[in-house]
């Protein structure tokens, strides 16, 4: 059974670079139809896509992060990675990592890590 | 960028149906996935391609799509089904995950 596991700081300051990890068991990172997405979700509001990686390096940012997102793959470790730079409260949230399945042009999250919660603030 | 518009919220007494539309332009054309989201978990996805069920999650959950929007069904409605939902799309014109605003569904 898939899991995945996100890690890192609790607390980043404004101005500061945000980072986290999510570990995946249970499955290869390098699985053909197999995508590794970002979502988060500030403090009562909705879900909000960040971005999604292919096991070959290739992702999609969504465009209003783009400029402050990088998101990369460690397949030796069966892990992905999320920095977001140049952090504002408004990146507070509870951050999740899961799996996006691909199949017949279409992709959606079929395995989620349990969320990680993250503040800004001074 | 596309837009996907949900009720904020949905009441159902118990043992009934509840019904909860996602709108967006051509949405027909386009397989809409379904996430339950109970509190302080991480979202559940419970319907994909529109209308398939993933393993373990019980037939009462059911989907569609029209011209006019996209349907999530819950039959039989439980007090457990009390949860926020989700509904996400691929927006491939840009690449892009799109989730809409979600939808509190609350068991009377």
Redesign the interface.
């Known amino acids: 059974q898939l899991q995945l596991q996100e890690s890192g700081p609790g607390l980043v300051k404004p101005s500061e670079t945000l980072s986290l990890t999510c570990t995946v068991s249970g499955g290869a990172i390098t699985s053909m139809s197999s995508y590794w997405g970002w979502i988060r979700q500030p403090p009562g509001k909705g879900l909000e896509w960040i971005g999604t990686i292919y096991y070959s390096g290739r992702t999609f940012y969504n465009s209003s992060l783009q400029s402050r997102v990088t998101i990369s793959v460690d397949t030796s470790n069966n892990q992905f990675s999320l920095k977001l730079n140049s952090v504002i409260a408004a990146d507070t949230a509870v951050y999740y990592c899961a799996r996006q399945a691909y199949s017949y042009g279409e992709y959606y999250f079929d395995s989620w890590g349990p969320g990680t919660v993250v503040t800004v603030s001074s | ?1 596309y837009v996907l518009t949900q009720p904020p919220s949905v009441s159902v007494a118990p043992g009934k149906t509840a019904t909860i539309s996602c709108g967006g332009d051509n949405i027909a054309s ?2 809409v ?1 379904w ?1 339950q ?1 109970k509190a302080g ?5 419970v319907i ?2 529109s209308s398939d069920r ?1 393993s373990g999650i019980p037939e009462r959950f059911s989907g569609s799509n029209s011209a006019t929007a996209a349907t999530l069904t819950i039959s039989r409605v439980e007090a457990g089904d009390e949860a ?1 939902y ?1 509904c ?1 799309v ?1 927006d ?1 014109r ?9 939808t509190k569904l609350t068991v009377l």
């Open positions: 960028s386009k397989g996935h996430y989201q978990q991480a979202p559940v996805l994909y391609y993933p926020d989700y996400q691929w491939s840009v690449n892009h995950v799109v989730f809409g605003g979600g």
